[in-house]
């Protein structure tokens, strides 16, 4: 559970902010005040938009013309200055904790012609005002990647949230209709098809266009830089579900694997959470169920029995898969998965996808 036990603001307040509310409540204009306070106007200026450090010298001339202590002047600015430098940090550390680069590289975001401008232009992406508004807004990232125990989960947050940003802009560009959660379930069998389909430039249009019918956007989206994640979901509104997949392992039987133990988290477990799958993925009731979703749609039950007895002979696989109605890689990951062979058993038959640069 998330502590938040201090208050530490996304905004600055200068301390011209209350110098201008004494002066609103005084009637006094800033030409008056600068005249009190034996300054120029463009000196004052300067001191109420922050720009101007509150010296001891200033401190009791404020004293002598507001009131307040030179103390509670001291302080305020001290405040100000500590809380300007925070934001800054903070500001520096999200930028360097995205995957910039990538998010470039793959069209995210446009060429940032100078490093001032990186923040601007991944808060823009985020659509997010501020670092603190896009840390609240990706907490459950958060907290789900620091979950992974496991030193060979070593995603990055910052890099999650790229790659499921990336996905929910994908999404919404999706028309669907409204989420069905029956209607989807009941599509899956016959989208279990695709996987003889060779070509995912294909097969995953029809994909997508199949499960929008029922409300689901599917988006395929390239893992970047720091992003273990093979799969995720995430409802983005009460009628319309994101389902992610990052092709990570670029193989027939993962990729369609993640895809139906994905589709299994949308029928199972409703529309509230954030489900993210990678190589450590913690066991779970639901994460189990979900598995099993996955298995039984790629392999019914009628056919396990032939599955748990099968030779391993390619050519009897290659048949048992065409009676099936799935792809040979996925009854390989299925013997792989029941060790009826070992990992490194038959991956030929496995079809291997690489990204399009």
């Given at each position: 559970?998330?502590?938040?036990?201090?208050?530490?603001?996304?905004?600055?307040?200068?301390?011209?902010?209350?110098?201008?509310?004494?002066?609103?409540?005084?009637?006094?204009?800033?030409?008056?005040?600068?005249?009190?306070?034996?300054?120029?106007?463009?000196?004052?200026?300067e001191l109420l938009e922050g720009?101007?450090?509150?010296?001891?010298?200033?401190?009791?001339?404020?004293?002598?013309?507001?009131?307040?202590?030179?103390?509670?002047?001291?302080?305020?600015?001290?405040?100000?200055?500590?809380?300007?430098?925070?934001?800054?940090?903070?500001?520096?550390?999200?930028?360097?904790?995205?995957?910039?680069?990538?998010?470039?590289?793959?069209?995210?975001?446009?060429?940032?012609?100078?490093?001032?401008?990186?923040?601007?232009?991944?808060?823009?992406?985020?659509?997010?005002?501020?670092?603190?508004?896009?840390?609240?807004?990706?907490?459950?990232?958060?907290?789900?990647?620091?979950?992974?125990?496991?030193?060979?989960?070593?995603?990055?947050?910052?890099?999650?949230?790229?790659?499921?940003?990336?996905?929910?802009?994908?999404?919404?560009?999706?028309?669907?209709?409204?989420?069905?959660?029956?209607?989807?379930?009941?599509?899956?069998?016959?989208?279990?098809?695709?996987?003889?389909?060779?070509?995912?430039?294909?097969?995953?249009?029809?994909?997508?266009?199949?499960?929008?019918?029922?409300?689901?956007?599917?988006?395929?989206?390239?893992?970047?830089?720091?992003?273990?994640?093979?799969?995720?979901?995430r409802f983005i509104s009460e009628?319309?579900?994101?389902?992610?997949?990052?092709?990570?392992?670029?193989?027939?039987d993962h990729f369609w694997f993640?895809?139906?133990?994905?589709?299994?988290?949308?029928?199972?477990?409703?529309?509230?959470?954030?489900?993210?799958?990678?190589?450590?993925?913690?066991?779970?009731?639901?994460?189990?169920?979900?598995?099993?979703?996955?298995?039984?749609?790629?392999?019914?039950?009628?056919?396990?029995?032939?599955?748990?007895?099968?030779?391993?002979?390619?050519?009897?696989?290659?048949?048992?898969?065409?009676?099936?109605?799935?792809?040979?890689?996925?009854?390989?990951?299925?013997?792989?998965?029941?060790?009826?062979?070992?990992?490194?058993?038959?991956?030929?038959?496995?079809?291997?996808?690489?990204?399009?640069?």
């Amino acid at each position: 559970m998330r502590n938040h036990q201090e208050f530490r603001p996304d905004w600055v307040s200068a301390p011209g902010e209350t110098i201008l509310d004494v002066l609103d409540e005084r009637k006094l204009s800033v030409t008056d005040f600068a005249r009190r306070m034996g300054r120029t106007r463009q000196a004052i200026s300067e001191l109420l938009e922050g720009r101007a450090t509150i010296t001891m010298s200033i401190a009791r001339r404020l004293e002598r013309v507001l009131g307040g202590s030179v103390e509670f002047w001291m302080l305020r600015d001290f405040q100000y200055r500590e809380d300007v430098a925070r934001l800054h940090k903070e500001d520096e550390e999200l930028v360097a904790e995205l995957p910039l680069g990538d998010m470039i590289k793959f069209g995210w975001l446009g060429p940032v012609p100078h490093p001032a401008d990186e923040l601007a232009a991944c808060l823009r992406f985020f659509d997010v005002p501020s670092v603190q508004v896009w840390r609240d807004a990706y907490a459950g990232v958060q907290d789900i990647v620091a979950f992974r125990t496991s030193p060979s989960f070593d995603s990055s947050p910052a890099a999650v949230a790229a790659w499921l940003r990336q996905g929910e802009i994908e999404a919404e560009a999706i028309e669907c209709g409204p989420w069905d959660s029956m209607q989807f379930q009941g599509s899956l069998a016959g989208i279990r098809s695709l996987t003889r389909r060779k070509d995912p430039a294909k097969f995953v249009p029809e994909l997508q266009q199949r499960c929008a019918e029922h409300g689901v956007g599917v988006a395929v989206v390239r893992a970047p830089t720091g992003c273990r994640a093979s799969g995720a979901t995430r409802f983005i509104s009460e009628q319309k579900a994101l389902l992610l997949l990052s092709f990570r392992y670029l193989s027939d039987d993962h990729f369609w694997f993640t895809f139906f133990h994905e589709a299994g988290h949308l029928v199972l477990h409703g529309t509230k959470r954030l489900f993210l799958e990678g190589t450590d993925t913690p066991d779970s009731a639901e994460e189990q169920e979900a598995n099993d979703f996955a298995a039984r749609i790629l392999i019914p039950d009628e056919f396990l029995p032939a599955l748990l007895t099968l030779p391993t002979d390619p050519r009897r696989v290659i048949r048992f898969a065409t009676r099936v109605g799935v792809s040979p890689g996925i009854v390989v990951g299925q013997l792989q998965h029941h060790g009826r062979i070992r990992h490194n058993q038959l991956n030929s038959l496995k079809r291997r996808y690489r990204w399009s640069e």
